[in-house]
């Protein structure tokens, strides 16, 4: 029997859960992906397979989710995440915030396993504070398109934080701001995968609205090491993970058009309900407590990333 630690991660096949597999391999753990690939792919962790110490359990987490043995860690990532795919999926994802989020804590429970949840920073809404702190409680419609998302990780917070205090079950909660990197899926709808498909491809580049809403984008492995450090920290309340590089998403348009050398033009569309005006985190906590702050700059994370769309579009490297 092997005495390495055991970390489950759900959503392994995943955007962020195939990383973080990366990753607890590369630290010298054993990982279990769990995943039901509702918007995940196999070619995600394709590369992990036969690796010593990673298994792939197919498993949808709304329904009753036991793993063998001993678990030291879980990372309960599993839930759709951009707004076409939550629009797609709205019954699916308040279920996986919400009844996935209570059988993962009932296996840390059962397991004496720390759990690390992924909160967003969709839980502040169309902030009316700027920039957010953890201390913000958001501004957020229930009832709008956005609401399935944004509710179900509200509740998934207040359930962390349930367990936390009535059962005594060690949590954290990770509010994740928008993140960017290879693996990310290109039709996904997200302003990175568009405006990186539509330049590659010589279309319109479609911004919504006038383009003056901001964004502040961090790049995947800056967001994996503060996931990492949040761990083994000792910190329950939620902390922000994010850049606070801020951009308007007419600015990030023009950004990839330039990186990628395309003679694509703006073509601005409306803006769909409820979409939040600013968004920038305020990474104080994340300093203080984790003496964590991002290393990559956004132009030079978004060179890696566009590359990684060419190979996917063209199928083959392109250098
Ligand atoms: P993703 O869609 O690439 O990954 C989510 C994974 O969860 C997919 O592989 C999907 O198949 C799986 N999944 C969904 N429902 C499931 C279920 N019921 N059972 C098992 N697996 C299920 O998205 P991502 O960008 O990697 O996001 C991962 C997590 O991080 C999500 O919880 C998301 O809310 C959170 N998050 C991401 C960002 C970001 O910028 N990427 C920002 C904030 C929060
Ligand atoms: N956006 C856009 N064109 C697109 C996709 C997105 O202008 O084709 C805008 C979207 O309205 C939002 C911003 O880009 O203001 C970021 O959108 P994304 O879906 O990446 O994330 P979120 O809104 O969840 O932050």
Not at 57 to 62: N, Q
Request: net charge negative; with cysteine; proline share 5%.
């Amino acid at each position: 029997m092997s005495n390495k630690q055991k970390v489950l991660v759900t959503g392994g096949a995943g955007f962020l859960g195939s990383h973080l597999c990366d990753r607890f391999l590369d630290e010298g753990f054993e990982v279990i992906a769990m995943d039901n690939l509702i918007t995940g792919s196999l070619s995600n962790i394709a590369h992990l397979f036969g690796r010593d110490g990673f298994t792939f359990v197919k498993h949808d987490v709304t329904n009753y989710t036991f793993v063998e043995g001993n678990l030291d860690y879980i990372l309960h990532f599993a839930s759709p995440a951009s707004p076409i795919d939550y629009l797609k999926l709205p019954i699916q994802t308040l279920k996986v915030g919400a009844l996935g989020t209570h059988k993962i804590l009932g296996l840390a429970k059962e397991k004496k396993a720390r759990v690390l949840i992924a909160s967003t920073s969709e839980v502040y809404g169309d902030p009316l504070e700027h920039p957010q702190t953890e201390d913000y409680w958001g501004n957020v419609n229930p009832i709008g398109f956005r609401g399935v998302y944004d509710e179900a990780k509200r509740f998934m917070e207040a359930m962390t934080m349930a367990y936390h205090r009535y059962h005594g079950v060690e949590t954290r909660i990770v509010r994740i701001f928008n993140t960017f990197g290879p693996r990310m899926r290109l039709e996904d709808g997200r302003a990175l995968p568009a405006f990186a498909s539509q330049a590659i491809n010589g279309e319109d580049i479609t911004v919504f609205g006038d383009g003056s809403q901001t964004r502040s984008f961090t790049y995947v492995d800056d967001l994996i090491e503060g996931i990492y450090r949040l761990l083994f920290s000792e910190e329950v309340n939620p902390v922000n993970i994010g850049n606070p590089q801020e951009i308007s998403i007419l600015d990030f348009a023009k950004e990839i058009i330039e990186l990628t050398g395309s003679s694509s033009k703006i073509a601005f569309k409306d803006l769909p309900k409820d979409d939040p005006k600013v968004r920038r985190p305020d990474i104080s906590k994340a300093k203080e407590v984790l003496g964590w702050e991002p290393q990559v700059e956004r132009r030079a994370g978004l060179k890696v990333t566009l590359e990684y769309f060419k190979e996917q579009i063209h199928g083959v490297p392109q250098t």
